[in-house]
């Protein structure tokens, strides 16, 4: 079972919408959507985030691995919320994710001076290459 099938079967365990997740945890629902459709899977933190949501251990939503609960069992095949999801709980999600979002912008931006240094590099030795040649011919 994939990450997204065992995200998919714990929301419907507890009758979350992915409108709801995105809504609790202050994301898009574009992007419960893309965890859904197997296209991309949460950070640490959002993954985090998402299973105490969930109530759910966040290694067994990641890989299948281990106990599904987080260790408050209700009944033999459900799991419970560590904690709900509280305006105060809501706050710091939102904070946190704020911040991931500001590490990964600034590592695309860093990400993208790299490939321009590349790209800056590979032109210079394009260019020098010939002139080196030249003089290694009058030498």
């Known amino acids: 079972m994939s990450f997204s099938e065992r995200l998919l079967e714990v929301m419907k365990e507890k009758g979350y919408t992915k409108y709801r997740v995105a809504k609790e945890l202050n994301m898009s629902a574009t992007t419960i959507s893309n965890y859904l459709n197997n ?8 993954l985090e985030v998402l299973s105490r949501l969930l109530g759910v251990n966040r290694i067994w939503l990641l890989t299948g691995d281990g106990e599904k609960c987080r260790g408050d069992v209700v009944g033999e095949d459900s ?21 991931m979002d500001k590490q990964a912008s600034s590592l695309k931006a860093k990400d993208d001076q790299v490939s321009m240094l590349i790209s800056t590099n590979e032109l210079l030795l394009r260019k020098i290459t010939p002139l080196l040649e030249r003089l290694m011919e009058k030498l």
């Open 79 to 99: 799991c419970s919320p560590v904690r709900s999801v509280k305006e105060d709980d809501s706050e710091l999600t939102r904070h946190l994710v704020e911040i």
């Open 39 to 46: 296209k991309t899977k949460p950070d640490t933190t959002k």
